[in-house]
């Protein structure tokens, strides 16, 4: 929970910045290159090792980022790895994506499917979706064939079930 909240706050801080100075793409841009650096499992780890000094972390960083991302976030991955927090960034680009989606109006989906959809299914999907919910959607689709049949579509706090599985497990329990 306390990972949850500090990740909440700095990615409120990011685009709050990326606001004031009408760069919010950029900020996304930035913090996602900052993310594809920290994939690089020895860079997070000798960003977050307790016995490397500041010094030598901002030396690092400024080595490896050079000038591919802005000050400020450069300066936001700094305070991180002083903090040997490196490894809240998922999170923090994950709810700076949420405030810019909240911004721009739109919600994402997530369909589940048995079989991959046509690209007439998907569009008949993302159409019902988008009525749902009365936003944009940005919708991703993932095959899983134990659903057996239909679909499961998230999208927010809001899941609809149209899957065989579930059906069935309904009838089973009517039936018991």
């Known amino acids: ?7 909440r706050r700095y990615a409120q801080a990011a685009f709050e910045l990326g606001s004031e100075n009408n760069e919010v793409d950029i900020w996304l841009d930035d913090l996602s290159t900052i993310a594809a650096a920290l994939d690089n499992g020895e860079f997070s780890q000798y960003l977050d090792a307790p016995q490397v000094s500041e010094d030598q972390k901002v030396g690092l960083i400024s080595k490896v980022m050079g000038d591919s991302i802005g000050q400020l976030p450069k300066n936001m991955l700094c305070l991180l790895a ?6 809240l960034f998922p999170e923090i680009i994950a709810r700076y994506q949420e405030l810019l989606d909240k911004r721009n109006g739109i919600e994402r989906a997530e369909v589940v499917s ?4 046509s690209d007439d299914q998907s569009n008949d999907v993302y159409e019902l979706l988008k009525t749902l919910v009365n936003k944009n959607i940005e919708m991703t689709t993932h095959v899983d064939s134990e659903i057996l049949g239909g679909i499961i579509a998230k999208v927010g706090d809001q899941v609809v079930d149209g899957s065989t599985r579930s059906r069935l497990n309904a009838l089973r329990r009517q039936i018991a």
């Open 1 to 7: 929970m306390v990972k949850s909240a500090s990740a």
């Open 114 to 117: 048995a079989v991959p959809l």
């Open 82 to 87: 002083n903090r040997s927090s490196t490894n």
